[in-house]
């Protein structure tokens, strides 16, 4: 089993209902259901049709999954952190991994918005370890003060 420093795919096959199945050069397997992403991202919406979703190829040497006829691609990070999402065992790990999706956030990055070290964020971000209630609290709780912060703005 190859490791991975950087989330990269090996195959990816379009299914019905909107689902990728995703393997991953370390031989993770997903079934990613992408129901909700293409309903409610603008730049998604060509995909709602079942023909052109089923048309999803390997990109970029498996760094991305793509629809060229529809110029739409989607990282293999991106992809990654959302299948440990719906894949995560517990609510927390959930919350911490969609939070990691959502931000974009590196590991130092994380690392510096939640106030925990690098290696916190790399021990839960993989989604083998359940991650605790109070990290989960962190991200929410982050969240929330950026949504503020922007209200405060505008």
């Given at each position: 089993?190859?490791?991975?420093?950087?989330?990269?795919?090996?195959a990816?096959?379009?299914?019905?209902?909107?689902?990728l199945?995703l393997?991953?050069?370390?031989?993770?397997?997903?079934?990613?259901?992408?129901?909700?992403?293409?309903?409610?991202?603008?730049?998604?919406?060509p995909?709602?049709?079942a023909?052109?979703?089923?048309?999803?190829?390997l990109?970029?040497?498996?760094?991305?999954?793509?629809?060229?006829a529809?110029?739409?691609?989607?990282?293999?990070?991106?992809?990654?952190?959302?299948?440990?999402?719906?894949?995560?065992?517990?609510?927390n790990?959930?919350?911490?991994?969609?939070?990691?999706?959502?931000?974009?956030?590196?590991?130092?990055?994380a690392?510096?918005?939640?106030?925990?070290?690098?290696?916190?964020?790399?021990?839960?971000?993989?989604?083998?370890?359940?991650?605790?209630?109070?990290?989960?609290?962190?991200?929410?709780?982050w969240?929330?003060?950026?949504a503020?912060?922007?209200?405060?703005?505008?």
């Amino acid at each position: 089993m190859a490791s991975m420093k950087r989330p990269r795919l090996r195959a990816v096959q379009a299914r019905p209902g909107h689902r990728l199945e995703l393997v991953f050069i370390d031989g993770r397997r997903f079934a990613l259901d992408m129901r909700e992403d293409v309903a409610q991202y603008p730049g998604l919406k060509p995909l709602q049709n079942a023909r052109a979703f089923a048309c999803a190829a390997l990109g970029d040497d498996g760094w991305t999954v793509e629809w060229p006829a529809l110029d739409i691609q989607i990282g293999a990070d991106t992809l990654y952190l959302d299948a440990l999402a719906q894949a995560a065992p517990d609510e927390n790990t959930r919350i911490f991994i969609g939070w990691r999706s959502r931000t974009g956030f590196g590991l130092e990055q994380a690392a510096s918005a939640l106030g925990v070290a690098a290696r916190t964020i790399s021990r839960y971000s993989n989604g083998r370890e359940v991650v605790p209630r109070y990290l989960a609290l962190a991200c929410m709780g982050w969240e929330a003060a950026q949504a503020e912060q922007q209200k405060k703005r505008a």
